[in-house]
C-alpha cells in the first residue's frame, strides 16, 4: 500500500477544498447569513452527495481498468485534459471573490441538507472531475480498485468535511479577512492553477 500517494491526494484535496468555489461561497454565505449551523447542515448535504458520485465512478472505472489497458490510459488522458482545461479556466476568471447574498427565504436545517445533497448529486461536473482525478491515485496492489474508489472517495469526503465545517464556523472571521485582503483572491486562484496543473502531470505519469 503506497501511503505516499494517499498523502499527495489529501494535501491535493485540501487545497481544492480551500480554493474559492460556489460549494464553500455558498458555505459562508449560509454560514454569514444564517449562523454557524445552517452552514454545517450545508455542508452535511453537499458531502453525503459525494457517495453517489464516488460509487457511480467506482464501479464503471474499474471495470474499464480490469479489461482494457487502452481504455485505461485513455481515461488516465482524459482526466489530465480535463483538469489541463479547468486550470485553464481559472486562469481566464478574475480573480476576485464575491460574496453575494439575496434575501431568500430562511430555510430550516433539513432543508439545507437536502438541497446541499441535491445541488450535490445533480451537478455532472462533480462525477466529471471524480473520474479524472482518482485514477491517478490508486494505492494498492492488493485491494480491488472498488474498495480503492471507496477509500479515496471517503478522504476526499472527511478533508473536505473538515474544511468546509471549518468555513463554516469561522465565516465571520473568513469574510472579514477576504473583504480587507484584496490580494488574496489572486493568490487563490494560482493556487487553484497550479495544483490543477500539478495533479494533471501527476495523473500522466502515474502507472497502472
Not at 471495470?63 to 482494457?68: D, G
Not at 472571521?173 to 477576504?178: E, M, P
Amino acid at each position: 500500500m503506497n501511503y505516499e500517494l494517499l498523502l499527495s491526494f489529501v494535501l491535493a484535496t485540501s487545497a481544492l477544498a480551500c480554493s474559492p468555489g460556489p460549494d464553500n461561497i455558498y458555505v459562508l454565505m449560509q454560514s454569514i447569513t444564517n449562523g454557524k449551523q445552517y452552514g454545517l447542515a450545508t455542508v452535511a448535504g453537499l458531502i453525503s452527495g459525494c457517495i453517489v458520485h464516488t460509487t457511480l465512478v467506482a464501479f464503471g472505472v474499474s471495470a474499464i481498468i480490469k479489461e482494457n489497458d487502452t481504455l485505461y490510459f485513455a481515461i488516465k488522458l482524459f482526466g489530465a485534459l480535463y483538469l489541463f482545461y479547468l486550470a485553464y479556466k481559472v486562469y481566464k476568471s478574475d480573480a476576485s471573490i464575491r460574496m453575494t447574498n439575496t434575501n431568500a427565504p430562511k430555510k430550516s436545517l433539513v432543508q439545507l441538507y437536502k438541497q446541499g445533497f441535491i445541488m450535490n448529486v445533480l451537478n455532472p461536473k462533480v462525477s466529471i472531475f471524480f473520474l479524472a482525478f482518482f485514477p491517478g491515485f490508486l494505492f494498492s496492489d492488493t485491494l480491488s480498485t472498488v474498495v480503492q474508489f471507496y477509500v479515496l472517495g471517503l478522504l476526499f469526503m472527511l478533508v473536505s468535511l473538515i474544511i468546509f465545517s471549518t468555513i463554516a464556523i469561522l465565516a465571520g472571521t473568513i469574510s472579514d479577512y477576504i473583504k480587507q485582503n484584496e490580494n488574496v483572491g489572486v493568490l487563490l486562484k494560482w493556487l487553484q492553477i497550479i495544483v490543477f496543473v500539478g495533479i494533471a502531470i501527476f495523473i500522466l505519469l502515474s502507472e497502472k
